[in-house]
């Protein structure tokens, strides 16, 4: 039972656009969320996170999104560059701190076109 | 570079074999985690140690075991290998008690033949 979903596997965008990876979990105990990038032959890289008491949280060129009625995040990255192109995994816990496990998406493949 | 270190990268070795995989965690982190990557497959969690015990079991199989010793480096031990077992290994780490984020390490491609 996947409770992490990301449906779209693979995202295309141009250089300088943005990028919208979506993700949607299924267990309405999670409330607390994360986003990793993954480049080949390296591990996950933590990028942004966000609780569940907000619906926005902004690094940068990187925003998360969370509509917890709807049980979806977003990740916007804008504007987009070609070093961006990567995997990235939505992941999700309930609780927070070390106590807590991660669950994983699938990934999306995101492909910046120069 | 995420300070988390895994050995060895690359492991080929054949069915009913038994394998050890090693993962030294960012200085001071206490909490160590395993997840398995198989193709087209997201990270599955399979277990954290917390300071040398046992925290959390996730879909860890019976013939996997693993330990974290004192000085906090932790050993994934896989036994009567199956070409399903195929997959990349990661290894975490995360800081203090009340931390969710965790840093991963580059990985072991296991390769089963």
């Known amino acids: 039972d996947q409770q992490v979903k990301q449906n779209s596997p693979s995202l295309s965008v141009q250089e300088g656009r943005i990028s919208i990876l979506n993700c949607d979990y299924t267990?309405?105990?999670?409330?607390?969320f994360l986003w990793y990038k993954k480049y080949p032959a390296e591990g996950p890289t933590f990028l942004i996170s966000i609780s569940s008491i907000k619906d926005k949280n902004e690094d940068g060129r990187f925003t998360v999104f969370l509509n917890k009625s709807a049980k979806h995040l977003s990740l916007h990255i804008v504007p987009s560059q070609p070093g961006d192109s990567a995997v990235y995994f939505c992941a999700a816990s309930r609780g927070t701190g070390a106590n807590s496990k991660l669950t994983f998406g699938k990934g999306i493949t995101l492909s910046v076109r120069p | 570079d995420s300070g988390v270190t895994q050995t060895p990268k690359h492991l080929i070795t054949a069915t009913g074999q038994r394998v050890t995989l090693r993962c030294s965690p960012r200085?001071?982190?206490?909490?160590v985690y395993w997840y398995q990557q198989s193709l087209d497959q997201g990270l599955q969690f399979l277990i954290q140690?917390?300071?040398?015990?046992?925290?959390a079991k996730g879909n860890i199989l019976e013939r996997f075991s693993a330990q974290q010793f004192p000085d906090l480096h932790s050993e994934l031990n896989l036994s009567s290998l199956e070409l399903g077992d195929s997959a990349l290994y990661f290894c975490?780490?995360?800081?203090?008690?009340?931390?969710?984020?965790?840093?991963f390490g580059p990985g072991t491609r296991l390769t089963v033949t």
């Open positions: 140690y917390y300071n040398g015990e046992e925290r």
């Open positions: 267990n309405s105990m999670f409330d607390y």
């Open positions: 200085s001071g982190d206490l909490s």
């Open positions: 975490a780490s995360s800081g203090t008690w009340t931390s969710t984020e965790q840093y």
